[in-house]
């Protein structure tokens, strides 16, 4: 879901960001800052980067799915690939959605910048797919909420990555007024 947050109109001739303590502000403020200009993305609403379908698992915790159906939960915790639960998705059938749907949309931008937001099962598959992983392997990498991964992409050589889990933004100070 996208949200863009209203600005307040500018005057014709403002050049900077109004302070929030006007008594103070003059012309003279060296701390004024620009504002930041407008930005035109397109926003694409994607299907296949759409997190892991878990079917009958769905809204379970894994103790209820391992009581429930120790077998298929067995099946699951070992990413045996072809191994779905009941009206879900293989793991198998998720990385080929999830990676096609990138790889469609990249085709689709040639040369342009693209920003998937994705949750960490998508990310999880793009890794895999940009650092030669097999599907069936046990994940070793930090996969941070809220983290930047920075992934080049090539109909030639597919995905390489450049950097993983950024996470430097969360730590600055909040800009509430922005």
């Given at each position: 879901q996208q949200h863009q947050q209203q600005q307040p109109p500018k005057s014709a001739d403002a050049t900077h960001s109004h302070s929030h303590d006007d008594d103070d502000n003059d012309d003279n403020n060296t701390n004024a800052e620009e504002e930041p200009p407008e930005a035109k993305l397109e926003v694409l609403l994607e299907p296949g980067l759409r997190e892991r379908h878990f079917g009958d698992f769905q809204g379970m915790t894994t103790r209820e799915i391992e009581e429930a159906q120790p077998d298929m939960a067995r099946c699951w915790r070992q990413r045996e690939v072809d191994f779905s639960p009941p009206r879900g998705e293989s793991i198998h059938e998720f990385y080929?959605?999830?990676?096609?749907?990138?790889?469609?949309?990249?085709?689709?931008?040639?040369?342009?910048?693209v920003v998937l937001v994705a949750h960490g099962?998508?990310?999880?598959?793009?890794?895999?797919?940009?650092?030669?992983?097999?599907?069936?392997?046990?994940?070793?990498?930090?996969?941070?909420?809220?983290?930047?991964?920075?992934?080049?992409?090539?109909?030639?050589?597919?995905?390489?990555?450049?950097?993983?889990?950024?996470?430097?933004?969360?730590?600055?100070?909040?800009?509430?007024?922005?």
């Open positions: 080929t959605r999830c990676v096609g749907a990138a790889e469609r949309v990249l085709a689709e931008h040639p040369g342009k910048t099962g998508v990310m999880d598959c793009l890794y895999r797919a940009a650092m030669g992983v097999a599907i069936h392997a046990k994940r070793d990498w930090h996969l941070g909420n809220a983290s930047i991964n920075r992934l080049l992409y090539s109909p030639e050589h597919g995905f390489s990555l450049t950097s993983w889990s950024e996470t430097a933004h969360l730590e600055r100070a909040g800009r509430d007024e922005i």
